[in-house]
């Protein structure tokens, strides 16, 4: 081994662990986020969030920037990085954007779907079903998305994918549930769901099952925007969960 291939893998190597270091700082401050741990507004501070971290504050900063990416942190000038605040307004827009582009990758996905696959995602969906009588929002969140990746994830256009993987990631911080405080939504959402594996069971023309996924997502912004209206929702500063 020469001296450049010793020098080429000792920089490989510190990249490969600045990058892992990086994905710990981003994962965790994420969770954080999507726990309401972090609260909208909450300062980022590169060294304390490091020294928790026992880490640099690099890898904290190009993590902080991935958050920024998605929308769920905020940089103001002379202020710093902060955890996003998210209007309803905003809340809207995301859900109808992430209504188009999951619908069109659930839609291309539909036939390359195997059996096992619709297997796995009835019994996801029957374990939300089971959720019902004993709710868990938090619980039934994690099962709800298990549910459409299975749906989603098959669909070949990468870039498609990742727009939905992005759409996501920017509604992860307003994820304690629309079905927390709307419960009739949580029951409408197991019987869509069972409607669209129905569909893609049968072989449906994919454009109708995009159209079925697309109103399933867009029937949970409209419960959420009722609920409002209503009072029913609580008093928060940001709207809650994707469906």
Known sequence: MTTEDVTTSAVETAFAGALSKSQLAYDYLRDRIALHELSPGYRLVLQSIAGELAMSVVPVREAIRRLEAEGLVTYERNVGARVAMVDEQGYVDAMQALGVVEGAATGLSAPRISGADLERAAEVNEHLRSLLDHFDPHAFTALNRQFHSVLFESCPNQLLLDMVHRGWAQLSGLRDSTFAFVPGRAHDSVAEHAHILDLI????????????????????????????ADGAAPHRTRPTETQ
């Open 201 to 228: 069971a049968a072989r449906a023309d994919p454009l109708e099952i995009e159209i079925a996924a697309r109103n399933h997502r867009w029937a949970t912004m409209q419960a959420f925007l009722d609920a409002r």
